[in-house]
């Protein structure tokens, strides 16, 4: 497969938000990975738009941040 590019193996971010407390605040409980095809999984608990949001702009600095993989398609090894 000539001109395939290597690829970066995908990272995702899942943010499960909900109302708490009294007076009610939102809180959320993010799970992440930076690689998807490692099984090893970082849970967070948030409380507040701006501590949420704290977390997901970590993970986007440490995907920014992370070099490439090093993956190439079967066909160049």
């Known amino acids: 497969m000539v001109g395939v590019a290597a690829r970066r193996p995908a990272a995702v971010l899942v943010v499960a938000a909900w109302h708490e ?3 009610p605040r939102v809180a959320a409980r993010i799970t992440y990975t930076l690689d998807v095809t490692h099984p090893e999984r970082i849970t967070v608990t948030a409380a507040g738009a701006e501590e949420i ?3 997901v702009e ?3 600095g440490e995907l920014a941040a ?5 993956d190439v398609p079967v066909t160049e090894a």
């Open 21 to 23: 407390g009294a007076p």
């Open 53 to 55: 949001a704290a977390v």
């Open 58 to 60: 970590r993970w986007l």
């Open 66 to 70: 992370s070099p490439s993989s090093g």
